[in-house]
């Protein structure tokens, strides 16, 4: 069946360095990639999202890349902040046989930002 | 506020006890889905409902049953409560039955079974 491994956490970074969270999926098909952000005590929010091969996604200075050919969608961001301090999750739809619209989650990457 | 409403946000009940989660999707959206997170087991997709009608199934265990009334909001039914169901349980919702563009979360129900 589909499923989404991400890097293992927690990650710590001092504000303004440089973020990857790195995430690959197994999926057959031509699945959708989706990261989504939760933070403290909240739901999870869209972050951003990719709906085929080298397509990339980006919000919030986040950017995310669909890469087919070694099955990747890796978290990057330039400079973050300690707002971004949450738990972030990387995602894929495969709308495919009787998936529908059921999300494969990966297991979270806790992200902690200090000053 | 993401639009997407869950009712009640904190459940605390004993074991053995059944418990009925709420949840209004966002206006105009026509499935819903529930997923449970918990710290062993992350997220895991339960059901999904469109327009009234199961549409998938995914690791809802048989003590576990859901429904979407005409009115689109659904219902998530916890019977027979166990110590590992507590857990944070989540609605979202989206305009059509499939995932492909993502979907909007509420804000959870944390269930607390003691």
């Known amino acids: 069946g589909d499923s989404v491994t991400q890097m293992e956490g927690p990650v710590t970074l001092s504000e303004e360095a440089f973020l990857t969270i790195n995430c690959t999926y197994t999926?057959?098909?031509?699945?959708?990639l989706f990261w989504y952000v939760q933070y403290p005590g909240e739901g999870l929010q869209l972050l951003l999202k990719?709906?085929?091969?080298?397509d990339k996604g980006s919000n919030k200075g986040f950017e995310a890349t669909y890469r087919k050919e070694t099955t990747s969608f890796h978290l990057e961001k330039g400079s973050v902040q300690v707002s971004d301090s949450a738990v972030y999750f990387c995602?894929?739809?495969?709308?495919?046989?009787?998936?529908?619209?059921?999300?494969?989650f990966g297991q979270g990457t806790i992200l902690t930002v200090h000053p | 506020d993401s639009g997407v409403t869950q009712t009640p946000k904190h459940l605390i009940t004993a074991t053995g006890q059944r418990v009925t989660l709420r949840c209004s999707p966002r206006?105009?959206?026509?499935?819903v889905y529930w997923y449970q997170q918990s710290l062993d087991q992350g997220l895991q997709f339960l059901i999904q409902?469109?327009?009234?009608?199961?549409?998938a199934k995914g690791n809802i265990l048989e003590r576990f049953s859901a429904q979407q009334f005409p009115d689109l909001h659904s219902e998530l039914n916890l019977s027979s409560l166990e110590l590992g169901d507590s857990a944070l349980y989540f609605c979202?919702?989206?305009?059509?039955?499939?995932?492909?563009?993502?979907?909007?979360f509420g804000s959870g129900t944390r269930l607390t079974v003691v």
């Open positions: 979202a919702s989206s305009v059509d039955g499939q995932a492909r563009y993502g979907y909007t």
């Open positions: 999926a057959t098909g031509y699945p959708s």
């Open positions: 990719a709906t085929k091969a080298d």
């Open positions: 995602a894929l739809s495969n709308a495919g046989g009787t998936s529908y619209g059921k999300l494969t």
């Open positions: 206006s105009g959206d026509l499935s």
């Open positions: 409902y469109y327009n009234g009608e199961e549409r």
